[in-house]
């Protein structure tokens, strides 16, 4: 009877000992890690806003400004007048050109047609004229030589008749050649001279037009007006500033990137860029080819949204941000997994199921590993963990090695 309550101790001792065991055991959030072989970091490349059209308009020569068309902020389209400057005496001097070569096509007309009948029979007729007092010249010299031979009158009174002979033959040549020159026509060689400056006037015509089309000026691109320099009855000077234009374009970003990220850009492919802190849209437009010899990038061109207009200024620094796969062997862990090691490493703890215990219980050991990247709340780490290990998610410093766990879910 004395031995009987002694195994009854046993047997009630041997039951409490699982019971104060799980009251030891920790449970603890658990994850399977599972290996990867690359991990995308994000990076950033900045640039600037490209310089957009910007014109000091003016013009081409000196004059009165007699109007100004626009007003500044006003949005104008490429070939808009703008401005103008007094024309009135360059009109004048058109108007005279234009008489001038009335004139002229008048003379070559002339020269073209010929002479008229009627100037042809008056130079027949005064050829007939001469024909005739130059043969009674001559009836007169015969008997004048017959009157010297005989005495009755002298030398002197001879060689007048003689020498007036002589001038009337003269006076029938040239008759005869202005007769003939009429009868011929014009010279080809003087209606050529009259049609060049014919041609020369025309020349001059269209010179004067172009000044006068050149002293309205026009917008050379669409754009908005900036300022406007001076007002109207301003005597300007050529090349001086009227008008500031601004090219009213999409604004175009120039950023500058290594050619293992140009790899991961294609025309046409839709970024975010940021101006300070603001977002916009923006789309790969084109890709330069050289590449820097100092910095060794190449230049993208990214054509960024309307709504950018207003906010993008010339030279402005702007920022996009790039995904790039970096290959590499390892295993994403949380932050809240790791505890500072020694010798610069890192110690997470892995799970392996305890041999002593049939309660599905674990303990825990520690892993060394090496911290390979960190992005945000997660780290990649590689060393000695296998696939599909079961590692402590969080609170490792509540843990040492060979304590009994068991896992939950988080």
């Not at 020694?342 to 392996?352: A, D, E, K, M, S």
Request: charged share 20%; net charge negative.
């Amino acid at each position: 009877m004395i031995g009987i309550p002694r195994i009854k101790e046993r047997i009630a001792s041997s039951a409490e000992v699982p019971s104060e065991q799980a009251e030891r055991v920790l449970p603890v959030e658990t994850l399977t890690v599972t290996p990867v072989s690359s991990y995308l970091v994000s990076r950033t490349y900045t640039g600037e806003i490209a310089s957009l059209r910007a014109s000091e308009l003016g013009f081409e020569r000196s004059g009165q400004l007699v109007e100004v068309l626009v007003v500044e902020g006003e949005v104008v389209d490429t070939g808009a007048p703008l401005a103008r400057l007094d024309i009135r005496n360059l009109k004048t001097q058109r108007q005279q050109l234009l008489a001038e070569k009335a004139r002229a096509n008048a003379q070559l007309m002339e020269l073209q047609t010929g002479a008229r009948s009627e100037d042809i029979a008056a130079a027949a007729a005064a050829v007939r004229d001469l024909e005739e007092q130059l043969r009674l010249q001559q009836v007169q010299r015969t008997r004048r030589d017959s009157l010297y031979t005989q005495g009755a009158i002298s030398r002197e009174e001879l060689d007048e008749f003689s020498f007036g002979e002589g001038a009337l033959q003269a006076r029938l040549d040239q008759s005869r050649s202005q007769l003939e020159e009429l009868q011929n026509g014009t010279r080809p060689e003087q209606i050529m001279a009259q049609q060049a400056l014919v041609q020369q006037l025309d020349a001059s015509i269209a010179d004067l037009d172009v000044t006068i089309s050149k002293s309205t000026l026009q917008a050379p691109f669409a754009g908005v007006i900036s300022a406007k320099q001076v007002d109207e009855g301003t005597v300007v000077g050529a090349g001086q500033s009227v008008i500031r234009l601004l090219e009213n374009a999409i604004p175009e970003a120039r950023i500058g990137m290594p050619v293992s990220a140009i790899d991961q850009l294609n025309i046409g492919d839709e970024k975010t860029v940021y101006l300070g802190e603001r977002p916009y849209s923006a789309t790969v437009s084109s890709i330069l080819p050289e590449v820097d010899a100092q910095t060794r990038t190449q230049t993208v061109v990214l054509a960024l949204e309307s709504a950018a207009a207003s906010q993008a200024n010339t030279g402005q620094t702007v920022r996009v941000n790039l995904q790039a796969s970096i290959p590499t062997d390892g295993m994403w862990l949380p932050t809240e997994a790791l505890t500072q090691g020694i010798r610069g490493l890192w110690t997470c703890y892995v799970l392996v199921p305890d041999e002593n215990s049939d309660g599905g219980y674990y303990t825990v050991q520690s892993q060394s590993v090496e911290v390979v990247y960190q992005d945000s709340d997660r780290i990649l780490v590689r060393g000695t963990l296998q696939p599909n290990d079961m590692v402590v998610a969080s609170g490792p410093h509540r843990l040492v090695p060979g304590q009994l766990v068991t896992p939950v879910q988080p």
